[in-house]
């Protein structure tokens, strides 16, 4: 089970998708696993993934207390995928974000063949999951699925504000701001690259996409609903 299910978007939508994680278990494989999951995350970045995080400090965009309204439009939007791994201090959830298929396949099978001993977990539609295990030479062990919506569903958000905001598996990239960052794309006061990395900082688990969250918003100039 992830947070991640919760990702609102058709299996399509997830095309440029692809979260993996790794976990240990409380007593069963968290002898080492600290250091495991520093080795984890230091082998994701030479496959260039679009973000790196930890669910205790967050991903490799973060929000800064020492800001002021004039450099706050001039911050730097580097990825620092170093202070996410020079940051864990605790065994926790760790987690790289691909934008496409191929890298997170690649990765997947230098984890493999590395064997760390943590639980690996694949975060995508059920057909790019399937295809990541084939290419790793190992079959899926389990599947979780995310039965959506239910209820009052008339009251939620536009679809494009439900898959920006639910991109954060803690929920803390709120629907105004999701929605604000659509409005201003729309209207040319941000480009889509700002407003991805604006959201991106707010996601407490490090695993926003800011490369899905640019295509929604360049979708978002064009569509209404």
């Known amino acids: 089970m992830t947070n991640t299910l919760h990702r609102f978007g058709n299996a399509e939508s997830f095309r440029d998708d692809f979260i993996v994680f790794a976990i240990a278990s409380r007593g069963k494989n968290d002898e080492g696993a600290l250091e495991k999951q520093r080795q984890f995350l230091k082998m994701a970045i030479p496959f260039g993934p679009v ?5 205790r400090n967050g991903g490799c965009l973060r ?8 450099n706050h439009w001039n911050r730097d939007v580097t990825p620092d995928f170093e202070a996410v ?16 298929r191929l890298k997170a396949e690649q990765f997947l099978q230098a984890v493999r063949k590395v064997d760390l001993g943590l639980s690996i977990n ?6 790019g999951a399937e295809q990541c295990c084939h290419a790793a030479g190992i079959p899926r062990h389990s599947v979780g699925y995310s039965l959506g919506f239910e209820g009052k569903v008339e009251k939620l958000p536009n679809t494009q504000v439900l898959s920006l905001m639910t991109m954060c598996g803690h929920g803390m990239v709120a629907q105004s701001l999701a929605k604000k960052m659509i409005d201003w794309v729309k209207e040319g006061r941000r480009t889509p690259q700002q407003a991805a990395t604006y959201m991106q900082r707010f996601c407490s688990c490090g695993v926003f996409n800011p490369a899905r969250a640019v295509r929604i918003l360049e979708d978002a100039r064009h569509r209404s609903t």
């Open 63 to 70: 929000p800064s207390k020492a800001m002021n309204p004039t």
């Open 85 to 100: 791994v020079n940051g864990l201090q605790n065994i926790t959830t760790v987690a790289a974000v691909f934008d496409n």
């Open 51 to 55: 973000n790196l995080g930890d669910a």
């Open 122 to 127: 694949i975060s995508t539609s059920i057909e």
